[in-house]
């Protein structure tokens, strides 16, 4: 775990220099601590053995919009041979969206995992688990072999924030904390703001769990892909689909793990391979703090809607899609004590899923390279030993 | 005009009488059990204890085949919220404050949680839902079982006399903040907010709801001359279902002897080219202690 406690705010301190501390307020810590490191000179070590962290960002509160895409530049600053920054699109009002491009790099393509944190502008929850996700998997691939392993043979798009302008919308104050929407305009006389990015993919859209009225929260758009923001994803996505195998779309509320599909009449090929996933991640997430997380298709464990992120990314063949719903069971504002709990719980519940797909590609693939190549030497045996006798 | 909504029933049956229907009297409610023997609430010679007998099975009919509900399905996590909302209009108090977590059988079994002091649970539930006439509330039994403590009457009682007693009238507002907080004074007036608000969820409640309270945006006390406090709240509600948020003005008044009654209660529909406001007063007079 962290050396840094979760209140620790502004201080980065070594292990060495926090056993010596006694001091209880922030400022003799401070000093104490400074006087500390530059009699040993130990952070430089220390930062090398345990990988690099962000310094001074706190993982256990909300960040606003801006905070984020600073510590966007940090994370690639400061790990720069695994992590790139890519402005992949533009949201209606003209803000970027960026995401995280994590792994070791190589000399071929590589498989790759997508995750996009805020399409919903209110679930504050999910992209505090999206820098949550990233801070992890940087300050453990060091020093896990299987984390370095996952960053090896995968590479992870991260987006923090998809709905930008939705989320900066929510900070604006506490009239419009609720905000789920795009901030796109109204069409067709239709005076209100927004289309529901979750409803606006090109996947059976329109169809269910939709309303045509566009002051509605699930209004899906006068067309498919009509938000910029969705284009994006699309744009990225599709050239990359063939190697994307694992896609996660991160949300709140509900305590949920959602696969394919989101449309009542539409099964997946995998379903039961899904169901099986979503159940190994619903046990690793309650064996952390034991909350109980309810494992479903969209459509039966949630209710039926088309138009889906995840729903498109399964139509277009991305076979490992998930829709996860972090805490609480009752409401989007989450207390920010719980931010840490909720994503300690959801790595594990994500990490259990990407290593069964990891492994199902990796090692099945081994398995099968390995079964190959015996077969072709055990068949180029024969047809000599058929020639020799013949 | 309002063109669009939320697919809430504005329908209301709007005088007192129709409110209260007279439920069958050998219907046994919800009964928080601690350990062995029921524990009944707010117990006064007005309310007749009810009877520990199990409800006799013939007048219920199932809102659909228990059969086909799977625990994980959203059928059986909507009917557990519904128990949820009725659970709290007869047990919720300032400092008493529950939720549904995880349906273990869809027949109905569900997890109890009460949130102020995470004791745990068990209940099992008949939900019905009127699907004939959508205006019809639906309808709860249910019994409980677990390490609930019910009797938060010292709390209550210290709560009141201290508002008795103040010089001036409480308010309070954005709870909880943006960022999930809500002071620790303010929390029995969440958890008031909440009472109110689910026997309005519990109405509005049918097959394709799934109802919270999302936010208080403030709550008032207003002046009283008799022995009830009264405040005046407004509440933000989330049906899942629709992702919509619902706005509703309540009056309520609260005492430890009196329990929760909400007075009026006015939804706020979300009108764009707002001509005239749609004030739909409703009077609803929903005792804690129902007689039965």
Redesign the interface.
């Known amino acids: 775990m962290s050396y840094l406690p979760a209140n620790y705010k502004n201080v980065q301190c070594t292990p060495v220099c926090k056993q010596r501390q006694h001091a209880k307020s922030n400022k003799t810590r401070t000093s104490f601590c400074h006087a500390c490191f530059v009699t040993h000179g130990i952070l430089i070590f220390c930062r090398l053995i345990k990988g690099h962290e962000a310094r001074n960002y706190d993982y256990t509160i909300y960040h606003p919009l801006a905070e984020i895409s600073t510590w966007m530049g940090q994370m690639v600053s400061e790990n720069p041979d695994v992590v790139t920054l890519v402005d992949y699109g533009s949201t209606y009002e003209n803000r970027t969206i960026s995401l995280l491009k994590i792994g070791l790099k190589s000399d071929v393509t590589k498989k790759a995992v997508w995750m996009d944190c805020g399409i919903h502008a209110r679930e504050w929850i999910s992209p505090a688990f999206c820098q949550y996700f990233v801070k992890e998997i940087l300050r453990t691939y060091k020093t896990d072999s299987k984390v370095e392993e996952l960053l090896k043979n995968l590479d992870f798009y991260i987006t923090p924030v998809l709905n930008v302008d939705g989320y900066l919308y929510t900070w604006k104050d506490n009239t419009t904390r609720l905000w789920r929407k795009t901030r796109s305009p109204g069409t067709d006389g239709c005076d209100c703001i927004g289309t529901d990015l979750n409803r606006n993919f090109e996947a059976n859209w329109g169809m269910v769990g939709v309303s045509q009225n566009c002051c509605s929260n699930v209004y899906p758009g006068f067309k498919a892909l009509s938000e910029a923001e969705a284009r994006s994803v699309v744009d990225f996505v599709e050239p990359r689909k063939n190697d994307i195998v694992c896609f996660f779309t991160i949300h709140s509320y509900g305590q949920l793990i959602l696969f394919p599909y989101g449309h009542p009449n539409v099964t997946a090929p995998n379903y039961n391979e899904l169901a099986e996933i979503s159940q190994a991640a619903a046990k690793a997430i309650k064996a952390v703090h034991g909350m109980t997380y309810t494992v479903g298709s969209f459509a039966e464990a949630l209710y039926p809607a088309a138009g889906s992120s995840m729903d498109w990314a399964r139509l277009i063949g991305i076979p490992f899609a998930f829709t996860f719903e972090l805490r609480d069971e009752g409401s989007f504002e989450l207390p920010e004590n719980q931010i840490l709990p909720t994503c300690e719980e959801t790595y594990a519940g994500v990490h259990s899923v990407i290593t069964y797909v990891h492994n199902k590609i990796f090692y099945s693939a081994a398995i099968t390279a390995s079964a190959t190549l015996w077969t072709t030497l055990s068949s180029s045996l024969l047809y000599f030993t058929l020639l020799y006798f013949t | 005009m309002c063109?669009?909504e939320?697919g809430i029933s504005t329908q209301f049956p709007s005088t007192p009488g129709n409110q209260t229907e007279a439920a069958p009297s050998n219907l046994v409610l919800c009964l928080l059990k601690q350990g062995q023997s029921p524990v009944e609430r707010r117990l006064t010679p007005h309310t007749p204890a009810a009877s520990p007998s199990v409800p006799g099975q013939e007048d219920i009919q199932a809102a659909m085949p228990v059969e086909e509900l799977?625990p994980?399905?959203?059928p059986a996590?909507r009917a557990a919220k519904v128990a949820e909302h009725f659970i709290n209009t007869r047990y919720g108090s300032p400092f008493a404050w529950f939720?549904?977590?995880?349906?273990k059988k869809a027949g109905l079994e569900f997890?109890l949680k009460e949130m102020t002091r995470n004791d745990m649970g068990l209940c099992s539930a008949e939900v019905l839902f009127h699907r004939a006439d959508e205006r019809k509330p639906p309808q709860v039994q249910c019994t409980c079982s677990g390490a609930f403590q019910v009797n938060t009457s010292a709390e209550e009682e210290d709560l009141y006399q201290r508002l008795r007693n103040a010089t001036s009238l409480l308010s309070g507002s954005?709870i909880?903040?943006?960022?999930?907080?809500?002071d620790p004074e303010m929390a029995p007036f969440w958890h008031l907010g909440g009472v109110a608000s689910s026997f309005i969820m519990l109405r509005e409640s049918n097959e394709s709801t799934l109802l919270?309270?999302?936010?208080i945006d403030n709550f008032t006390q207003m002046e009283t001359k008799d022995a009830q406090l009264m405040f005046q709240y407004d509440i933000?509600l989330?049906d899942?279902?629709?992702?919509?948020?619902l706005k509703w003005k309540l009056l309520l008044s609260w005492s430890p002897d009196g329990g929760v009654k909400v007075l009026e209660a006015e939804w706020d529909p979300?009108c764009?080219?707002i001509l005239f406001l749609h004030l739909f007063i409703i009077f609803l007079i929903y005792p804690n202690k129902t007689i039965y």
Do not use: C, F, R
């Open positions: 063109e669009w939320p799977d994980s399905h959203y996590t939720g549904s977590s995880g349906v997890t954005d909880p903040n943006s960022v999930g907080h809500i919270n309270m999302a936010h933000l989330h899942m279902v629709s992702q919509e948020i979300k764009h080219k």
